[in-house]
């Protein structure tokens, strides 16, 4: 099996003065190529920690992380993955124009081809109408748009997105929805954190439940749905995993 992520025995402590966290604790998980996974937990589990650790923005404090067999720290990784933050912190005297043609330069993408890729982004995320107003006016749905059109500008093979439907209205989330089955389908790698499950259900192959630092569950979708019978939600079997767990 090919795997585009691997991480093993991740541990990561934040340490400042006073304060000591163990956000993460020997995390151990493997996606496949082509895979749409969920990343989910409560607020603090530590799946931002991660995602961060996975990029080398938060070095591990313990244990490996490979994306495409290289450990993460290799800088030419960058060129093939994308990502979306869970806070959009852009410059805001940018338009989105602007701000993907800085993204792409820092690619290195020719200015021909960089032009036609905004144009297709800015319309898939359905910003065009908004192309060249300036960042500062926006509101939270229309920038996290902005921010999904940033994570994509390289055409990445591993695109890793942190709560990519927050802040969504129901039209933009169900375009988030068909945007990730389009990239599956042209054999991208999906890792997503989230909070809205039902969303998550319909769009994910597999997903992983964090809790407290700890990866307790990973589970395939449909044999989720398939195990516990009709009546059987993903947020059903997300509350009961936390519920024991916290017991
Ligand atoms: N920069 C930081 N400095 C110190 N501690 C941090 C920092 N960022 C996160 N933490 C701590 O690490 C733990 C995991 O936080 P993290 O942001 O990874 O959670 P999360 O699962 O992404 O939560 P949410 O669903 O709220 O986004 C929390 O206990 C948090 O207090
Ligand atoms: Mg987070």
Not at 39 to 65: D, E, V
Not at 79 to 100: S, V
Not at 131 to 144: C, D, E, P, R, T
Request: charged share 25%; net charge positive.
């Amino acid at each position: 099996m090919k795997y585009v992520l691997e991480l093993s025995d991740l541990c990561v402590i934040y340490k400042s003065n006073n304060y000591l966290k163990k956000a993460i604790d020997q995390l151990s998980l493997n996606i496949a190529q082509g895979e749409v996974f969920g990343f989910l937990g409560p607020n603090g589990a530590g799946k931002t920690t991660t995602i961060k650790s996975i990029f080398n923005f938060l070095p591990a404090t313990s244990g490996q992380i490979k994306i495409f067999g290289k450990p993460s720290c290799n800088q030419s990784l960058h060129a093939r993955m994308g990502y979306m933050p869970e806070i959009a912190n852009y410059y805001w005297y940018l338009t989105p124009r602007e701000l993907l043609r800085m993204y792409a330069g820092f690619f290195g993408m020719k200015k021909d081809v960089t032009d036609k890729k905004i144009d297709s982004l800015l319309s898939l995320v359905d910003i065009q109408a908004e192309a060249n107003v300036l960042l500062k006016n926006f509101s939270k749905g229309m920038m996290q748009k902005v921010s999904l059109a940033q994570s994509l500008i390289n055409d990445p093979d591993f695109l890793v997105l942190d709560e990519p439907t927050s802040g969504l209205d129901p039209l933009a989330r169900s375009k988030v929805r068909d945007i990730i089955k389009g990239l599956k389908a042209k054999g991208k790698t999906i890792f997503f954190s989230s909070h809205e499950l039902s969303e998550v259900e319909l769009v994910c192959d597999r997903i992983g439940i964090l809790n407290k630092g700890n990866l307790v569950k990973t589970d395939k979708i449909a044999e989720i749905l398939q195990q516990k019978g009709n009546n059987m939600s993903l947020e059903r079997y997300f509350l009961d995993i936390i519920t024991k767990d916290k017991a």
